[in-house]
Nanobody
Framework: QVQLVESGGGLVQAGDSLKLSCVAS????????MGWFRRAPGKEREFVAA????????YYADSVKGRFTASRDNAKNSVYLQMNSLSREDTAVYYC??????????????????WGQGTQVTVSS
């Protein structure tokens, strides 16, 4: 059974930092890449960041570039999203996803086969 479990969400103030974690079952972590997406109230799900599990190469949405950092720990079957300088616009449910197929990019929801349940991040001003 493929499982992805996110954690680390919470309520923070603008300017604060937060680190999300996603633990994958061993089968899920045999995938090629992991990604982070978010869905704000009333908005579509949007790409945040992705990381290739072998090389560690990372990709970011323009809205988070320079503030968010994706990383992975293959020994722990885990990926992380360090979020700094948070603003109210970052308030959303954050989802971890796993991609099983090699692709040139991983910025679309359809690039991923497995999804976690999400963790809420709320940033107050």
């Amino acid at each position: 059974q493929v499982q992805l479990v996110e954690s680390g969400g919470g309520l923070v103030q603008a300017g604060d930092s937060l680190k999300l974690s996603c633990v994958a079952s061993e089968r899920a972590f045999s995938n090629v890449a992991m990604g982070w997406f978010r869905r704000a109230p009333g908005k579509e799900r949007e790409f945040v960041a992705a990381i290739r599990l072998m090389s560690g190469m990372t990709y970011y949405a323009d809205s988070v570039k320079g503030r968010f950092t994706a990383s992975r720990d293959n020994a722990k079957n885990s990926v992380y999203l360090q979020m700094n300088s948070l603003s109210r616009e970052d308030t959303a449910v954050y989802y971890c996803a796993a991609a099983a197929v090699y692709r040139d990019a991983y910025s679309r929801p359809n690039d991923y086969e497995y999804w976690g349940q999400g963790t809420q991040v709320t940033v107050s001003s």
